[in-house]
């Protein structure tokens, strides 16, 4: 189906507002009643403000507000323009229900781990050596049950970074497609069932594979590859992406099993912010390995620090909340010189809310 065609018919803004405006109500009302939850069971959730706390609260909510809206109407555009299609994930899931629960019964485990301050704690049962995972690999990140390695994880991931960022984690992540689909368009490549042919694209970390199911979208015939350390996570993108033709690896991302110069584009999101910094330089080596000349690199990640000055202080709290041991690294690093560092033209930088988008081309 032509992405234009699908993105054109009548009503469609009308349908997009609707089903994220339902989305973003359904996710947030979760996160709300969550804060509540914790203030309830951790004393030092009900200190009282003060007047300067109070005021910077509010810069907070408005600089939130602010980029959210931006965030839809950007989202919205690109629908309306037929960059990507109207997003699968704004039509009412009856399954929704059951995942929140799931998310509600795992929350005591999680508010245990946070007020004890449990990050090393990756799983039930011991990993085995020959899995390979490396050491900071195995750790609770956001203090979640059963780290990456577990299959209940990779159950509540989708609703636990939805109910953290109010419904939008997705319409952030789609703002990595459209360099995608640029890149695609100034190369020819026809609208319609074909598009993407003859392209190659891997998605490093894919997780539960949110981005390989949005650039499949954007791009039908697109020859995807999906990359992740975590068996579990590789099962949920599997089921996932089940009607579609995708090439599946279970490795580190700074061991990339492919060869060199065999990828145009590669993605990632959300991926470096928990990486330690000496991995990062690593993993970016790779890419630049895989890649052919002209291949092009688009990394999703947090905002950072000075991006929206407003929101700087939450981006320093986030780690001490959720166990994030990289992020306080990552916000502060100068990411188009660690790009050019590893021999990528930094093409573009872009805020989407809570998330930045960068855009190397191999030099």
Do not use: C
């Amino acid at each position: 189906m032509s992405i234009t065609t699908q993105s054109g018919r009548p009503g469609a803004l009308l349908g997009y507002g609707l089903g994220q405006g339902t989305r973003m109500a359904w996710y947030l009302g979760n996160y709300l009643a969550t804060r509540s939850w914790f203030a309830r069971i951790d004393p030092t959730e009900k200190r009282r403000p003060t007047l300067r706390g109070r005021l910077r609260g509010a810069r907070i909510q408005a600089a939130l507000s602010r980029g959210a809206l931006a965030l839809m109407a950007r989202d919205a555009a690109h629908v309306r323009n037929g960059t990507y299609p109207m997003p699968a994930d704004l039509r009412p899931r009856p399954a929704a229900v059951g995942e929140m629960a799931g998310y509600w019964r795992d929350l005591p485990r999680v508010a245990l781990r946070r007020r004890l301050k449990q990050g090393q704690e990756p799983a039930v049962e011991p990993v085995p050596e020959e899995d390979g995972y490396p050491r900071y690999y195995l750790q609770n990140f956001h203090y979640q049950s059963g780290g990456w390695l577990t299959e209940e994880s990779a159950d509540l991931y989708d609703t636990q970074v939805e109910v953290l960022f109010g419904g939008l984690a997705q319409a952030m992540r789609r703002q990595g497609v459209v360099p995608v689909v640029d890149w695609l368009r100034a190369r020819g490549s026809p609208d319609g069932p074909g598009f993407g042919a003859g392209v190659t694209l891997l998605d490093l970390a894919t997780g539960t594979g949110a981005m390989l199911e949005a650039v499949g979208q954007a791009a039908p015939a697109l020859d995807l590859h999906g990359l992740d350390l975590s068996r579990a996570y590789l099962d949920k993108a599997q089921r996932r992406l089940a009607g579609r033709d995708v090439t599946w690896h279970r490795a580190k991302a700074e061991a990339i099993p492919l060869p060199d110069g065999s990828v145009d584009l590669v993605t990632a999101s959300y991926l470096f912010h928990e990486l330690p910094k000496k991995i990062r330089a690593e993993v970016l080596a790779e890419v630049r390995r895989v890649l052919r000349p002209g291949g092009r690199l688009v990394l999703v990640d947090s905002l950072q620090l000075g991006d929206t000055p407003a929101l700087d202080p939450v981006l320093r709290s986030f780690p001490e909340q959720f166990h994030e041991p990289y992020y306080a690294d990552w916000i502060g690093a100068d990411v188009p010189s660690l790009l050019a560092a590893a021999g990528f033209a930094v093409d573009a930088m872009e805020r989407a809310y809570l998330s930045k988008v960068f855009v190397g081309g191999k030099r």
